[in-house]
């Protein structure tokens, strides 16, 4: 996938992102302060807005996923039926779901040790149940690329390592894509391949090696709410380890 | 538990074609003319109507993702009321012939302005749904859009005549009976194609209980089922208004109560358990319009007497074991 | 493949939509009986919302719609008093001053309304079919009393049926249509060629017409000037007769004024509070012609009360004198008996009501 010149934006350009290539076998974490734009460029990117300037280049046989902030679903909606629309797509409307799906499905719940809770309402499970049901959902759908908005929103430490472990396995098993915005930091240098940083309405691209991404990083927070700490040495370390 | 839906229905269905109605007619001459005249048509209508403002309701619940949505809470009632109104109330005002049979209003006048009632409120709430995204605030501007059609309706009541304004409101204790098999017909013609539709719209609808942006990126085509599901709706409002008056209680009550009972479902077998619980509520609801010691009473107040308690039962009951969300 | 099928759903849902509409146009659209016109329609006096024809065994009639200025055919053959069944205690009137009380109707829809005990005792004993409510008959007791004649006022459900399509006939008696008083009464020579008593009919109209017209010269030759006031508001709105209505001939015939008919005169209005105060200061009298039975109501409800000449002279009417069963035998039979009413206004009038069936003094 690949974004070029394109100004990012409801109705007013918030910035532009002038060549950006997403290739499979990637995590591209979007990165800024809160309301500057991070969710528009990943709708604009998911194809739901269209940029107001440039394009956005996308293979439409690609299947995609999308994951919002806020997820708004019907209240009585139970938790094996928001698994099994993952199906939907290609389900004839007369059609049942097969038992390989349905069988499928409880694997995952299993697998998320969410099983217990099938039979209840989605709307009454935990906010990290809840993450954990809807990532689970866009993976049983076998999307090409996956767009998450604040995965790990309000979530303790160990629901993200999960969601973070997960997406990490399946980018590389599968070969897929992921493009997600988030605000845990330590957690994103660890886990992700490129880093989009969005300040002061200029976007730049750096893989997580980059030796200026601490400083910009720093320059981008420390500016605007509180003094971010980044133990340089210690992330350096870790990632020559992974190289 | 469908078996025993199915057995309920056809009990339904037989309790009203025997109780409905007169004791007394039984092993009579006229036993014959008036099951096939009288009563058969009466259970038809029954039905239909139960089958489509229940579906029409369970459609509404779904697109706005509201357990509280239903025709009488959106104003499609009261719009489609207003359409009625007009040709009711009004017809002497705006006088043109083929408004007119020789002693009463034309059903297929009826129809077409009730529908263009319905379909206006409808519209008001779909434009208004592409600029708010929040459903909530598109309940109450449905509310709102009722209110205003309520409101222009009683203008009409307030300059019509006497015996007018007792027709309209005969009109809204609505009523099943008193249709032709002609008519009854006509509705089936409107009806039924329409719910065949809504099955056919099912995997559609299903994606519509999953947040709207996850839907669309599994291939879930937003605008134009939202179009197609307000208009699906408010046909099943306009016609069920036009011949039986505002119906209320079954539009919420019933694809409420199924998705609880049938709380595995989802539409494809929902639409169809929903309209055959609709169906049954309207069948025992005419049957007891007649039944209790001779008194008659009207369709609407028999539903909101019995009917309501009925269903704070079953969410009591509920309460205690499973949540309801 | 599946975008195929949906939009052919779409589209016959659509069709469908439209032909059934064409098709209910058609099939709801009545087939009135051709009359053949060839013989003349029997001369009205008076009325002049039906048309009257009739041989030995049939009844051949063009009554205007209750909906419309348009007159709808019928074609009937006779009938006894006991096939016909009533909606209206005006009906009964008619036939009661025909046939007497040895008939009595096959049903009747709201016997509550009707004043005659008769009624009531043979609904109790189960020799009338009551049908239950005016507005709404109960079909199946119709067709279950084996009337085949129903008679309707043409308010409230209005059934259109002729021969061939329902075990029974209906025909619209708009006597209520009619203007003036006689006119009215002259609806009795329907009843009477249905039941096959058109001589009676006609006689009984022919006495209470000269009676009437007797009457009304005698008063035109001796005028006085008599401003009236009719009804009694409903909060800010007060309803008041148009102009040629039957209340006002009745008023205007008898000798008063009816106030306030100059504007819009041939619809009844509405007044406001300050529009009635206006025009209603100067009444001599009063015809209350409500429901309101007591002097305190009537003071609570008009606020300029003791402003009105009437109400200071104690010249405030109802029609109250006879009642039965919570109903006003002003309403049953006082269409039979315009002559009567005619003299009692006339009473009223020159302020001496003495010989009364129907007015009386508010009190």
Known sequence: ?243 | ?325 | MWKITLNTIFKSVLIGLILSTLLSCQSTATSTDTVENEQAWNENAYADKFKLRSTNDSVFLQIESPVSNQYIDYAFRKYSVSEIALSNSVQWSFLKLLVGKKELPGAVAGHKYFCDSIIHSSVADGQVVELRGAENIDEEQMILSESKLLLQDGFGQRILSQEGTKPYVTLFIMEWKENHPLARLEWIKVLGALVGKEKEATSIFENKRSAYETLKNSFSKKSISCNVMTSAPYKNEWHIPAKNSYMETLISDAGGALLHNQQNEHVSQKLNLEEAYIDFKVADVWLVNSGIEQLKVLEAAVPFYNEIKAAQKGNIYNYHKSKAFGNYFFWEDGVCQPEQLLSEYRQMFEGNLEQSKYYMHVE
């Open chain 1, 1 to 243: 996938m690949e974004i070029k010149h394109a100004h990012i934006g409801y109705t007013d350009s918030l910035f532009m992102v002038d060549n950006l290539t997403v290739k499979p076998g990637e995590i591209l974490c979007i990165l800024g302060n809160n309301g500057c734009g991070k969710s528009t460029l990943l709708q604009t990117m998911a194809g739901f807005l269209s940029p107001l300037k440039g394009m956005v280049v996308r293979d439409t046989h690609q299947q995609i996923a999308f994951l919002g902030s806020k997820s708004q679903s019907h209240p009585q909606l139970k938790v094996g039926q928001a698994l099994l629309l993952a199906f939907n797509k290609h389900k004839p409307w007369y059609k049942s779901y097969s038992a390989d799906q349905m069988a499928a499905c409880d694997a995952l719940l299993k697998e998320y040790n969410l099983l217990h809770k099938k039979g209840a309402y989605v709307n009454e499970l935990s906010d990290g149940q809840m993450q954990k049901l809807w990532l689970g959902q866009a993976l049983l759908s076998n999307p090409d690329i996956l767009f998450l908005d604040e995965p790990t929103g309000h979530l303790d430490a160990t629901n993200t390592a999960f969601i973070f472990m997960k997406l990490k396995h399946w980018v590389e098993t599968e070969n897929k894509t992921v493009v997600l915005t988030s605000h845990k930091i330590d957690w994103i240098l660890q886990f992700s391949d490129n880093i989009l940083l969005i300040d002061d309405n200029k976007s730049e691209q750096f893989s997580t090696g980059h030796p200026e991404l601490v400083d910009r990083l720093n320059d981008c927070f420390s500016g605007s709410y509180h003094k971010v700490d980044f133990g340089r040495n210690q992330y350096q370390l870790q990632f020559k380890n992974k190289n």
């Open chain 2, 1 to 325: 538990m469908v078996f025993g839906l199915l057995a309920f229905v056809v009990l339904s269905v037989a309790a009203n074609i025997y109780f409905a109605g007169s004791s007394n007619v039984w092993g009579t001459d006229n036993a014959e003319y008036i099951l096939f005249n009288l009563r058969l048509p009466k259970t038809l209508t029954c039905i239909l109507c139960g089958m489509g403002l229940s579906t029409c309701g369970l459609l509404l619940q779904t697109f706005f993702k509201n357990p509280l949505a239903g025709p009488s809470v959106l104003g499609i009632n009261s719009g489609a009321a207003l359409g009625t109104a007009m040709v009711i109330l009004f017809s002497e005002h705006i006088y043109l012939g083929y408004l007119w049979e020789n002693v009463g209003f034309n059903y297929g006048v009826l129809i077409i302005s009730s529908l263009t009632g319905a379909l206006l409120v409808m519209a008001v709430i779909y434009t208004l749904s592409l600029a708010v995204k929040n459903q909530a605030i598109l309940v109450i501007a449905g509310l709102m859009v009722g209110n205003i059609a309520l409101a222009i309706v009683g203008v009409l009541q307030y300059y019509s005549q006497p015996d007018d304004l007792k027709n309209y409101i005969l009109w809204t204790f609505g009523s099943v009976a008193g249709l032709s098999m002609n008519q009854v017909g006509i509705m089936a013609i409107i009806i039924v194609p329409t719910f065949l539709a809504c099955i056919a719209l099912s995997k559609q609808l299903d994606f519509m209980l999953l947040d709207n942006r996850t839907a669309s990126a599994l291939g879930f085509k937003s605008k134009t089922m939202s179009r197609r599901v307000l208009l699906l709706s408010s046909i099943l409002a306009a016609i069920c208004t036009a011949f039986c008056g505002p119906i209320g209680f079954v539009g919420i009550a019933v694809p409420y109560l199924s998705r609880i009972l049938f709380a595995k479902e989802l539409h494809l077998k929902l639409l169809i358990v929903n309209a055959l619980l609709g169906a049954s509520l309207i069948l025992w609801a005419d049957v007891l319009c007649h039944g209790i010691a001779g008194f008659r009473l009207p369709l609407n107040v028999v539903m909101a007497l019995f009917g309501s308690p009925i269903v704070l039962l079953i969410l009591f009951r509920y309460r205690r074991t499973k949540s309801l969300g």
